[in-house]
Nanobody, 123 residues
Framework: QVQLVESGGGLVQAGGSLTLSCAAS????????MGWFRQAPGKEREFVAA????????HYADSVQGRFTLSRDVAKNTIYLRMNSLKPEDTAIYYC????????????????WGQGTQVTVSS
């Protein structure tokens, strides 16, 4: 079992920045990926970004491409999501997730989930 612990959410004005972090208790498989999803009230959970742990290749949703940057610290089993130029429509609960297979943009593919951290962007 893997525990994912997120931190870094909060309230920010539009145009501002936040950095989320997610620490995994351990890495359980040789092929592994971690990522972020978000869910706004009344909406489905949607993909934000993910990273292939082996080669560091990152994937982004079109809605955040160019504004968000996902990075990883292999030694710490931790990922970071730097969010710049935040918009009110970025307001959501952000969830960290890990999958013991190839990287995916689909939520059901992920094996482990964090508890979520609220990000609120005011206009």
């Amino acid at each position: 079992q893997v525990q994912l612990v997120e931190s870094g959410g909060g309230l920010v004005q539009a145009g501002g920045s936040l950095t989320l972090s997610c620490a995994a208790s351990r890495r359980t498989a040789s092929y592994y990926a971690m990522g972020w999803f978000r869910q706004a009230p009344g909406k489905e959970r949607e993909f934000v970004a993910a990273v292939d742990w082996n080669d560091g290749i990152t994937h982004y949703a079109d809605s955040v491409q160019g504004r968000f940057t996902l990075s990883r610290d292999v030694a710490k089993n931790t990922i970071y999501l730097r969010m710049n130029s935040l918009k009110p429509e970025d307001t959501a609960i952000y969830y960290c997730a890990a999958v013991e297979r190839s990287v995916s943009t689909v939520a059901p593919a992920y094996d482990y989930w964090g508890q979520g951290t609220q990000v609120t962007v005011s206009s």
